[in-house]
């Protein structure tokens, strides 16, 4: 199992498409989308579509599984999370006076006291 990569996934939602690619995938849940049904979603030909839905697998943001002569994706909904835990977690701890309020860090201090 690869170790998660943050800069890998942000460097794969710095795109347009990637990033539209994403908005249609999160709420089609875990079976994902066929790439005909995604193409036809943002109208990007496949063939261009096919460049971007690798770069989002690669990042480990994004699943693919064959199913006949199919190809579906699928949001890995973990790898967003540790995304956003990653951005909560290094950013407040190297806040130069504390994490601002609500911050999860925050909050653990506040429960020490």
Do not use: K
Not at 32 to 40: C, F, K, N, V, Y
């Amino acid at each position: 199992m690869q170790t998660f990569d943050p800069v890998a996934a942000f460097e794969a939602l710095a795109h347009e498409t990637r990033l539209a690619v994403l908005r249609l995938l999160i709420p089609a849940g875990p079976d994902g989308l066929a790439a005909g049904e995604i193409s036809e979603g943002i109208g990007l030909p496949p063939a261009a579509l096919s460049f971007h839905l690798s770069r989002l697998v690669q990042a480990d943001l994004v699943t693919a599984r064959r199913a006949g002569r199919q190809i579906f994706y699928a949001a890995r909904y973990e790898r967003m999370t540790a995304l956003l835990r990653f951005l909560v977690e290094d950013c407040c701890a190297r806040a130069p006076s504390g994490c601002l309020p609500g911050c999860p860090s925050t909050l653990l201090d506040r429960g020490r006291r």
